[in-house]
């Protein structure tokens, strides 16, 4: 059975980081794409960035690119979402997920969800 668990939330001030992680476990993701989303109070969950996880490829939301950046290490089945230069509009519950096959910023397409973690950032 699949799992991810993310971990790394908080609360920061405008301008600083966190590293979120999701450790993944249940199978070979060596054909999957992850993908981390947000969804803030009131919004539709969003894509923020994805992962191939073989290729390494990486995808990102207009507006996170040039300040987050996601990786994976493949020795410990995890994922990272390393977030710089954080404004409050970053703030949001953080979901990774996973789906097999190619990449979609949809999603809908994606078949795992972790429970999600808070990043809170003050102004």
């Not at 199978?27 to 009131?42: D, I, N």
């Not at 977030?83 to 979609?104: F, I």
Request: aromatic share 14%.
């Amino acid at each position: 059975q699949v799992q991810l668990v993310e971990s790394g939330g908080g609360l920061v001030q405008a301008g600083g980081s966190l590293r979120l992680s999701c450790a993944a476990s249940g199978r070979t993701f060596s054909s999957y794409v992850m993908g981390w989303f947000r969804q803030a109070p009131g919004k539709e969950r969003e894509f923020v960035a994805a992962i191939n996880w073989s290729s390494g490829r990486t995808y990102y939301a207009d507006s996170v690119k040039g300040r987050f950046t996601i990786s994976r290490d493949n020795a410990q089945n995890t994922v990272y979402l390393q977030m710089n230069s954080l404004k409050p509009e970053d703030t949001a519950v953080y979901y990774c997920a996973a789906r097999y096959g190619t990449t979609w910023t949809n999603p809908a397409r994606y078949d795992y969800w972790g429970q999600g973690t808070q990043v809170t950032v003050s102004s």
